[in-house]
T-cell receptor, first 114, second 111 residues
Framework: DTAVSQTPKYLVTQMGNDKSIKCEQN?????MYWYKQDSKKFLKIMFS???????INETVPNRFSPKSPDKAHLNLHINSLELGDSAVYFC?????????????FGSGTRLTVV | QKEVEQNSGPLSVPEGAIASLNCTYS??????FFWYRQYSGKSPELIMS??SNGDKEDGRFTAQLNKASQYVSLLIRDSQPSDSATYLC???????????WGAGTKLIIKP
């Protein structure tokens, strides 16, 4: 019974294409996040939603657009993919913003742009 | 700017020894601290959290927090090859903040 599930697990696509990554959590958490992890393993926050409301929008190209249809889902759409977008993208959730309980991560989506 | 710093390693420790991982943070108001383990090709998983000064033990893992010196450490006793992973330290600056992440320390346990 997966807590935070992401699809697809792997995504290989050509430059210039548009792609989406989906995330769903069944933990009843209020807050969801998108992280990008590059080859050096640094986790960089991209977006955060709390109860479908965007609360964190870091300096990310506007080719990246998150969407939260309800508090259990947070999707990421990427337009005009570039080589530098290649990374692992993690979805995560937490009870609420600033919870002391930590985050639960999805299994990640490895995006390769060729 | 709120920061969390870790030595990137790799830290090489013989099997059966104690592995000691360290982390410092810049925001003195940080309240909660977390250690995540990330195996290669996998997602980070929470292994320890600590909120008060002192030690917190869970099996072979001990987290230590010293707020005066602004550091957090993770000790792994009787290290096993299966402990080889990247360990990420994270701090929570306050109730309205997101986690601030360190860059991770790669730990290698040598049989």
């Amino acid at each position: 019974d997966t807590a935070v599930s992401q699809t697809p697990k792997y995504l290989v696509t050509q430059m210039g294409n548009d792609k989406s990554i989906k995330c769903e959590q069944n933990l009843g958490h209020d807050t969801m996040y998108w992280y990008k992890q590059d080859s050096k393993k640094f986790l960089k926050i991209m977006f955060s939603y709390n109860n479908k409301e965007l609360i964190i929008n870091e300096t990310v190209p506007n080719r990246f657009s998150p969407k939260s249809p309800d508090k259990a889902h947070l999707n990421l759409h990427i337009n005009s993919l570039e080589l530098g977008d290649s990374a692992v993208y993690f979805c995560a959730s937490s009870h609420r913003v600033g919870t002391p309980d930590g985050y639960t991560f999805g299994s990640g989506t490895r995006l390769t742009v060729v | 700017q709120k920061e969390v710093e870790q030595n990137s390693g790799p830290l090489s420790v013989p099997e059966g020894a104690i592995a000691s991982l360290n982390c410092t943070y810049s925001d003195r108001g940080s309240q909660s601290f977390f250690w995540y383990r990330q195996y290669s090709g996998k997602s980070p998983e929470l292994i320890m959290s600590i909120y008060s000064n002192g030690d917190k033990e869970d099996g072979r893992f001990t987290a230590q927090l010293n707020k005066a010196s602004q550091y957090v450490s993770l000790l792994i006793r009787d290290s096993q090859p299966s402990d080889s992973a990247t360990y990420l330290c994270a701090a929570l600056p306050g109730s309205n903040y997101q986690l601030i992440w360190g860059a991770g320390t790669k730990l290698i346990i040598k049989p």
